[in-house]
């Protein structure tokens, strides 16, 4: 099994930044994403990052969100600039181990106007 434990989300103004950081249990040799989901909708893919650091972005988030990851501590990040509204929702870790996909808790991010 694997534990995902997200941390770094917040409260900030149209066009702050925050970092989102989600450490996991064991080192993860496939992908590792951000997912994120507003009130009465599906959650969605943000972005995603191989072990080997290619990287897939929703267009909604191309060039002001960057994901990376730090295979040495099994951690994944993601780098949020010009925070916009329409960002508020909780964002979620997710892994891939052994064809089973793992979520972390969530970290609920608001950007106030």
């Known amino acids: 099994q694997v534990q995902l434990v997200e941390s770094g989300g917040g409260l900030v103004q149209a066009g702050g930044s925050l970092r989102l950081s989600c450490p996991a249990s064991?080192?993860?040799?496939?992908?590792m994403a951000w997912y994120r989901q507003a009130p009465g909708k599906q959650r969605d893919l943000v972005a995603s990052?191989?072990?080997?650091?290619?990287?897939n972005y929703v267009s909604s988030v191309k060039g002001r969100f960057t994901i990376s990851r730090d295979n040495a501590k099994n951690t994944v990040y993601l780098q949020m600039n010009s925070l916009k509204p329409e960002d508020t929702a909780v964002y979620y870790c997710?892994?891939?181990?052994?064809?089973?996909?793992?979520w972390g808790q969530g970290t609920q991010v608001t950007v106030s106007s």
């Open positions: 997710n892994a891939r181990f052994q064809n089973v996909d793992y």
């Open positions: 064991r080192r993860i040799f496939g992908v």
């Open positions: 990052i191989s072990y080997g650091g290619s990287t």
